[in-house]
């Protein structure tokens, strides 16, 4: 490690000397260019795991530069991105994640790549989650993050974060549709059951495993009572009884239930 971080010295600052040297030529000799490709890749992942991370992109950016034609100048790409991963440049992360994927589509690392865009949308749109008020969260940033989720967990089922995206996905699933029940109560204390019926609607049926379905469902019921609507209204609250038992919005749907055996409730 000693004689390594000489020659992490030593690189950085002939960095400078060869920045606007041209690209470089397809390698002659190339068993030797592999060799010299991985030394100063893994040189740079020193100073990566040293969580020095200005250096670490400076060696990565050129390994990227003098060995552009080997599988470490990708390798390379990617842990730039991870560098500003690690330090919350989350953006910055993401497009480079993205330049990998686009540039180089049937890499093994593509997985990888996808998984951190993924994971990095997530995080970029966790504040939004709990501190504003649903009327004012960014919607499209976690619209977002649930596509590109849903996406890869069709295209990679068995991946080894399958787990962590699924719970990422439940969570934005469940943001999205909790906001829709919220414009929906909206409209419903507006009077305007029609556009009440097609928010909740809507979430039902583009938010599933939302988690809020009972809930959903009791509104649904509760803004048809409202129109009137009384055995529609009855069905919905007892497929939410047969459905789900075990939630808490059973009690809702039967004192609902109740109201409407009594006509003049209404």
Request: glycine share 4%.
């Amino acid at each position: 490690m000693y004689w390594r971080k000489h020659v992490v010295a030593a690189l950085v600052a002939g960095i400078g000397l060869t920045s606007c040297a041209p690209p470089p030529e397809a390698p002659r000799n190339p068993l030797r260019y592999t060799e010299n490709a991985k030394r100063d890749y893994e040189i740079a992942l020193d100073a990566y795991f040293d969580h020095d991370w200005e250096t670490a992109v400076l060696l990565f950016a050129e390994v990227r530069r003098k060995y552009g034609y080997s599988r470490y100048a990708r390798l390379a790409e990617l842990r730039i991105a991870d560098a500003a991963y690690r330090q919350d440049n989350l953006a910055e992360a993401i497009a480079g994640y993205k330049a990998f994927v686009h540039d180089h589509p049937n890499d093994p690392e593509v997985p990888y790549a996808r998984y951190r865009i993924s994971k990095g949308l997530f995080e970029e749109s966790s504040e939004n989650f709990i501190l504003p008020p649903l009327e004012e969260r960014d919607l499209a940033s976690i619209q977002d993050a649930r596509v590109t989720l849903v996406e890869f967990l069709d295209e990679y089922p068995g991946y080894k974060h399958a787990r962590e995206m699924r719970y990422m996905l439940e969570v934005t699933t469940g943001v999205l549709a909790r906001h829709e029940l919220y414009v929906a109560r909206f409209y419903l204390r507006k009077d305007n059951y029609q556009a009440a019926v097609a928010r909740t609607r809507y979430a039902l049926e583009n938010y599933k495993s939302s988690g809020l379905e009972a809930e959903a469902l009791v509104l649904l019921g509760e803004t048809y009572m409202k129109m009137k609507k009384r055995k529609t209204a009855g069905k919905i609250f007892r497929r939410v009884l047969k459905k789900y038992p075990q939630s808490a919005f059973t009690l809702p749907a039967k004192n609902f239930l109740r109201q409407l055996a009594t006509p003049t409730q209404l």
